[in-house]
């Protein structure tokens, strides 16, 4: 079981990055619906042990990836806009996602 599970999750996790990458979504938004995923996801296939070792180290490696990609821009061509600054900072593509 725990293969089958640590499989799931990795292909889960790199569909993840994909959806990042390649689509345009407010981050708060795109990180309550993963962390319902998730946690609804381990709730059903895991036990709580797992679920500690699991979501800590996917999350840590998540999130590292996340923003190495976001801060050094390795990737500035398909960079999704997450509107950051949308109070101090006037962006009408980010008022376009926001509000559709």
Request: with cysteine; charged share 5%; net charge positive.
């Amino acid at each position: 079981p725990m293969i089958h599970i640590l499989c799931t999750y990795i292909i889960y996790f790199f569909l993840n990055i994909y959806i990042l990458l390649n689509t345009r979504i407010h981050l708060y938004i795109y990180i309550y619906i993963y962390l319902y995923i998730t946690i609804f996801y381990f709730f059903f296939t895991s036990t709580f042990f797992h679920i500690i070792i699991i979501y800590c180290c996917s999350q840590a490696l998540y999130f590292v990836i996340f923003f190495c990609l976001y801060c050094f821009g390795l990737n500035t061509k398909n960079r999704p806009d997450f509107c950051w600054n949308t109070v101090h900072h006037e962006n009408q593509q980010c008022k376009k996602y926001i509000l559709t």
